[in-house]
């Protein structure tokens, strides 16, 4: 079974998409920081089958707003709501469908979905789960990986 990606190189792989489209970097976060101020917003996808993964992004309304402006190439006032919500799912989408990829693994990506408000979109992984997380600074967005479904 491929283990998952180490951050730095899962932090790689996401980045060499991101960064020439949309200008953002995502580094390996450190295991002890909280990231309970980055939830205003998340979306999760699940990839089901033999290695369940659930793959999520979250951020503050101010990161979303940022990210909803690079991707729709817009101002950050002409953000709507529902932009805000497409490009997490979006971004989310690209980072599964990378992960997929690069674990080469032979299972259906789920559909993107938006979590509810304000509340961390899973609970934490175990001690000792196999878990990856990254952070875009510039944005405020949290990048998220874990084992099993969500």
């Given at each position: 079974m491929t283990p998952l990606p180490q951050p730095v190189d899962l932090a790689r792989v996401v980045t060499s998409v991101t960064r020439p489209m949309l200008g953002v970097s995502f580094t390996p976060d450190p295991a002890d920081r909280p990231w309970v101020d980055l939830v205003w917003r998340a979306a999760v996808l699940s990839i089901d089958g033999e290695r369940p993964l659930t793959v999520g992004l979250s951020s503050n309304e101010e990161g979303c707003a940022a990210l909803g402006a690079a991707m729709f190439q817009v101002s950050r006032a002409e953000v709507s709501d529902d932009m805000l919500s497409d490009s997490l799912c979006e971004l989310v989408n690209m980072t599964a469908g990378l992960l997929k990829s690069h674990m080469r693994l032979d299972q259906a990506l789920g559909l993107p979905r938006i979590t509810?408000?304000?509340?961390?979109?899973?609970?934490?992984?175990?001690?000792?789960?196999?878990?990856?997380?990254?952070?875009?600074?510039?944005?405020?967005?949290?990048?998220?990986?874990?084992?099993g479904i969500a």
């Open positions: 509810e408000p304000g509340r961390p979109p899973v609970p934490p992984p175990p001690p000792g789960a196999c878990a990856v997380v990254l952070r875009a600074e510039a944005l405020g967005l949290v990048l998220w990986v874990f084992e």
